[in-house]
């Protein structure tokens, strides 16, 4: 109650409870949270992590108050205003020491040689990659390990074979050290939208307000008039 009187006020103060996914975690978050700290020093601000059913019932519980996630399955999205605020572009990774590391122009076809460490069964990365694979050549890219976490990701590509689906921004800290690096192709990987997701009709405070204008500024669209012209065939859901 103190920090709605405070927001009452124009004061940013308390708490903002941000679920992220995994792209939020390593692309965007760590600065977004830096700014904020720094910007508005009476703001805390709590992740929570896990999988998008579970941060969308907190959500719809008041325990979270934001979500920056992939757009997500809409069936998901009933009472959640959805606000995209950058497109975000996929690529293939593998380690420096991979038989694909180096080798230019190839063509899809050439990664379904080997395993790729597949994004969780049911999630919105998952499902982009297959409706990939099935457009490119009919073929799904096959793998035994599933995950989304980065740290995890990362270990598993370094002194393997194995190929990783994920955003282009983040293993950008790698490419000077260049221990993971991404494939050189003869397409464009697709992309995902990137959105933050609230409770329909919720009155936010000015913490979580001032939290989310540092998002935004984060995640950097080239423009809001190109991100929404890409958007056009899935308007956001209210």
């Not at 998008?52 to 992939?70: F, K, M, R």
């Not at 009472?79 to 080798?103: C, N, Q, T, Y």
């Not at 490119?136 to 980065?150: D, K, V």
């Not at 393997?160 to 282009?168: D, K, L, Q």
Request: charged share 20%; with cysteine; aromatic share 6%.
């Amino acid at each position: 109650m103190f920090d709605d009187v405070q927001s009452a006020q124009g004061v940013s103060t308390g708490l903002v409870c941000v679920g992220g996914l995994a792209y939020s975690r390593s692309a965007v978050l760590p600065e977004a949270i830096k700014r904020t700290l720094t910007q508005h020093p009476q703001i805390i601000v709590r992740t929570v992590e896990g999988p998008i059913e579970t941060l969308l019932a907190s959500l719809h519980g008041g325990e979270v108050d934001v979500i920056i996630c992939a757009y997500p399955d809409r069936t998901l999205l009933e009472g959640i205003k959805v606000e995209p605020i950058a497109l975000d572009p996929m690529g293939f990774f593998v380690s420096r020491d991979h038989p694909l590391a180096g080798k230019n122009h190839l063509p899809a076809k050439a990664m379904l040689d080997f395993p790729f460490i597949l994004p969780p069964a049911g999630s919105m990365t998952r499902k982009l990659l297959e409706d990939f694979f099935l457009k490119t050549g009919g073929t799904l890219p096959r793998g035994r390990a599933e995950t989304s976490s980065y740290s995890v990701v990362r270990n598993l590509l370094l002194g393997s074979n194995h190929i990783a689906f994920r955003s282009m921004r983040e293993f950008a800290s790698e490419y000077p050290d260049e221990k993971i690096v991404p494939i050189n192709l003869d397409f464009t990987p697709p992309h995902r939208t990137i959105c933050l997701l609230q409770r329909s009709g919720t009155s936010l405070t000015a913490a979580v307000r001032d939290f989310l204008d540092v998002v935004r500024h984060v995640a950097e669209p080239n423009s809001q008039a190109v991100l929404h012209q890409a958007l056009a065939p899935e308007p956001p859901v209210a």
